[in-house]
């Protein structure tokens, strides 16, 4: 197996394993707003996370990066058949439930998403920026019952060469993010457990 897979292994081991435990804490109990039947609604929501490597100083302040992915991720989820609430709509939830990372969504969030909303389903990503690579991890969990809906993650190495970084105006940094994310695609949890099953048997 390459260095490449056993990475995204164990990156997806990781990701399986934090979502659960996460979730039962998260969202402990079941959305109870009145509304759409549980999980019908085909709108989503998309929430963006973003996290670096403290070494790593790019061209790029963190607002741009988060701007930058999440216009791609918009384009590339709504070319997928997403029907997603504009940033602008699900902002005042995240004040006011005072939201700060994709593993503290509580059930009353998750309610005023299907009340206000109308939303069955949110699109949760991490950006981490790293300095040789950037990374996406995601998962879609369904606003009615806090489940687990979907599980994806992928990586694209920056490809900086010798002396290549501190010349770069941020151009390569984003022609690397609209790679990742061109890439990203939502992935079922159980065609991600067996995929990590039969590599392990290899």
Same mark, same amino acid.
């Given at each position: ?23 039962? *804490? ?17 709108? !989503? ?17 963190? +607002?741009?990066?988060?701007? !930058? ?10 070319? !997928? ?7 602008? %709509? *699900?902002?005042?939830?995240? *004040? ?27 699109? $949760? ?23 687990? +809906? ?35 695609? *939502?992935?079922? $949890?159980?065609?991600?457990? %067996?995929?990590?099953? +039969? !590599?392990?048997?290899?």
């Amino acid at each position: 197996m390459s260095l490449r897979s056993r990475h995204r292994l164990l990156l997806l081991l990781v990701l399986l394993g934090g979502v659960q435990g996460a979730w039962a *804490i998260g969202a402990e109990t079941p959305a109870s707003a009145g509304g759409p039947a549980p999980d019908a609604s085909p709108r !989503a929501a998309l929430l963006l996370f973003m996290t670096r490597d403290q070494s790593v100083l790019p061209p790029l302040s963190p +607002a741009e990066f988060r701007h !930058a992915c999440t216009t791609h991720l918009r384009d590339n989820l709504a070319a !997928a058949g997403y029907d997603l609430v504009a940033q602008d %709509e *699900i902002m005042p939830l995240l *004040i006011d439930w005072r939201v700060r990372d994709g593993f503290a969504l509580r059930a009353g969030f998750l309610d005023d998403c299907i009340r206000l909303l109308k939303v069955g389903r949110i699109v $949760v990503v991490d950006l981490v920026v790293k300095p040789a690579d950037v990374l996406l991890l995601s998962r879609t969990v369904y606003t009615r019952t806090g489940t687990l +809906a979907a599980v994806d993650l992928d990586q694209v190495a920056l490809g900086f060469g010798e002396g290549d970084r501190d010349q770069d105006d941020g151009t390569r940094w984003l022609a690397s993010l609209r790679e990742l994310c061109d890439h990203y695609g *939502i992935r079922d $949890v159980r065609h991600a457990v %067996e995929d990590y099953d +039969a !590599a392990r048997a290899v």
